[in-house]
C-alpha cells in the first residue's frame, strides 16, 4: 500500500512495552535520544538515519535498534517514504531477563540478523490486539538473549551493583514527582554516587537524572493524549514550566509536545 502523508499508529499500552506503527513521507525525527531500546522493523521504503556519527539505510526486514541515550534521527531515504513498527523496551526489562549484565549494545543500529529479527517481529504482528502477559514476558526475554547474543558483549571485569543501582531506580519511580538530589540516592543506594552514576549507566543505559526526566516525561504524554493544556502537563509533572517540558520532550522524542498531540489525534 502507497502512502502520501505522515501517520502514526500506537498500540495498545502495557506496563513494559510501547508500540507504534507509522510512515513518513519525508522527514521523520530532528534529532532526540530515550532511556529506551528502540527496536524496529522496516516495512517499506528506505529508513534513513544518523547514528554514532554516520548515516544508515535500513531497507525492508531489516531490524533497527538504537541503543538507549544514543542520538539519532529518521528520514526517508527515497521520495516513497518509509513505514516501519517499532517497539520501545525498557533497559531493567533486559536486566531482569539478563540478571544484572552489561547492557547488550549492537554498534551498526541495523541488523539482518535472524535472531534479532524474528524476536522484535513476534512481538509487533498485532497491533490491534493487547500483549498477553506471558506473551509478553516471553518476548521480551527472546529478545534479551538475542541482542546478548549478536552483541558479543564481553563481560566486564569489575562487578557491578545491581543492587543499588535498582534501590534508587525504584526510589526514582515512587519520587517522580519530587526533588531527588544525589545525595539522596546516596542514602537510599547505600553506595557513593560515583559509583552509582556508573553502574547505573552500565545496567540501564543512562544517567539517573536523565532516568528521572523521562519517566516524568511518561506521564506527560498520558495527560497531553487525555486533552491536558500543557502549561497544567508541565507543573503536573514537576517541570519547571511549558518551555522546561517542550525542551525535555523535544530532544527526547524529536518532535515538541504539540506535534505530537496533533499526530495521535490522526488516528
Sequence with gaps: MMYTKDWTKVSHPSRKIERMEAFFASHGFTPHRHD?????????????????????????GNAVVIHPDELHDGEAGTEAGFHYKILYLSPENIQQ???GKTLPFVADGISSDPRIVSAISNLL?????????????????EIAQALNEVSGQKTRRKKLNYRAAELARQFMLDASDEAVTMDRLEQVAETDRWSLS???RALFGTSP???????????????ISAGMALVD????????????????????????????ADLMLRN
Design 36 to 60: 529506551t531500546y528502540a527496536l524496529g522493523i522496516t516495512l517499506n521504503g528506505v529508513h534513513s538515519f544518523s547514528y554514532r556519527k554516520s548515516m544508515r539505510h535500513s531497507l525492508p
Design 97 to 99: 531477563a539478563l540478571g
Design 125 to 141: 504482528t498485532n497491533l490491534d490486539g493487547r500483549l498477553d502477559s506471558l506473551e509478553e514476558d516471553d518476548g521480551i526475554y
Design 198 to 200: 556508573r553502574d547505573f
Design 209 to 223: 537524572y536523565r532516568y528521572l526526566t523521562l519517566r516524568r516525561l511518561d506521564k506527560a504524554k498520558g495527560m
Design 233 to 260: 502537563v508541565a507543573a503536573a509533572c514537576g517541570f519547571t514550566d511549558q518551555s522546561h517540558m517542550t525542551h525535555h520532550f523535544s530532544k527526547t522524542y524529536g518532535l515538541p509536545p504539540g506535534r505530537w
